[in-house]
């Protein structure tokens, strides 16, 4: 396995990509404002011709999501579309015409607190409080979910016994940063499966959302073996990029920024990283890079616009 380069900035990588698929939270922000740094690195790749798409676990689409992040400092035209689990979720259930969406139907029955609840308000489904044939099982890795595994258990043979399709969106929110917990999305859908039913994941790390950007990619010509997921987190962004065979460019000072501190040299920076991978299924990000920047400026040959 080939040793993932070590970078001063996105300069560094900039030649060898069309297309840059970019996280949003602990990648262009922490919730408070744009960092300079990303700025300064979107106005680059603008300038270079670069199709920047913006990726999120958010379950606001994209419309409200640009809004949000234009709020935090984002200038307008720094980027060419945005992507996100919700986004993805409101298409299929507007529009159910294709793989687990096909065939959905307006009613369900919701694992999730308010923030579900208010996303599927907005989309005309009918909440139950009993499982049918024509009902589909929605588990929400959005919401807080304190109960634990074994009070869903009957809910979820009822779905395996009647067959209904099951969409679970992000559900590793918690579990790909290493926190153990006694619920979740994840453990959830996880206990469904093992009673024999299938789940469809819906966001990162997983392949739909992936392959829809790729689809989007595909949309301005422009193929995975040209993309570079950039991204703060080794559960979603890195794991995510690699299923679909795509370079990948992990930022150290993200969610993985607390135990990147304890290094003090490239040496030390090194053993952290080999230690995430180990954690992480053996997938090591192609690049690393301390922050969302630019860097050092391109040689001439490799500055001019494209």
């Keep these: ?37 990303a700025v300064e690195c979107l ?23 640009a809004l949000d992040l234009k709020k935090l400092g984002l200038p ?15 298409q299929g259930i507007l529009k159910q015409n294709e793989g687990a969406f096909a065939g959905l139907g307006s009613s369900c029955f919701l694992i999730g607190g308010d923030r579900s609840r208010s996303f599927l ?3 005309d489904v009918d909440l139950v409080d ?25 809910i979820l043979r009822e779905a395996v016994r009647k067959s209904i399709k099951v969409l679970c969106v992000n559900p590793d929110g918690r579990a790909m940063q290493n926190i153990h917990f006694s619920t979740g999305g994840a453990l959830i859908a996880k206990r469904l499966q093992e009673l024999g039913g299938v789940v469809q994941m819906i966001g990162k790390p997983y392949k739909p959302i992936y392959h829809h950007a790729i689809k989007i990619l595909h949309d301005n010509d422009i193929y995975p073996g040209q993309t570079v997921m950039v991204g703060d987190s080794m559960g979603h962004d890195i794991i995510g990029g690699a299923l679909v065979n795509m370079d ?41 890079v301390d922050r969302l920047k630019w860097g050092k400026a391109l040689p001439d040959r490799k500055h001019k616009k494209r």
């Design 248 to 288: 990948t460019c992990l930022i150290k000072n993200g969610v993985h920024g607390p135990v990147f501190k304890a290094a003090d040299s490239p040496a030390g920076v090194n053993k952290i990283l080999n230690n995430l991978v180990s954690q992480y299924n053996s997938i090591r990000p192609t690049y690393l």
């Design 1 to 37: 396995m080939a040793n993932t380069k070590f970078c001063q900035g996105i300069s560094d990588i900039s030649d060898s990509y069309t297309g840059f698929i970019i996280d949003t939270w602990g990648v262009l922000h922490h919730g408070e404002k744009i960092f300079e740094s």
């Design 121 to 123: 308000k907005d989309l």
């Design 130 to 154: 009993r499982i049918e044939k024509d009902t589909f099982l929605f588990i929400s890795g959005w919401d807080e979910l304190t109960q634990d595994i074994s009070a869903y258990e009957d």
């Design 43 to 65: 106005k680059e790749l603008k300038a270079r011709n670069k199709f920047v798409l913006l990726m999120s676990n958010s379950e606001m689409d994209s419309v409200q999501t």
């Design 76 to 90: 307008d035209g720094y980027y060419n579309q945005i992507l996100t689990s919700g986004e993805l979720l409101r």
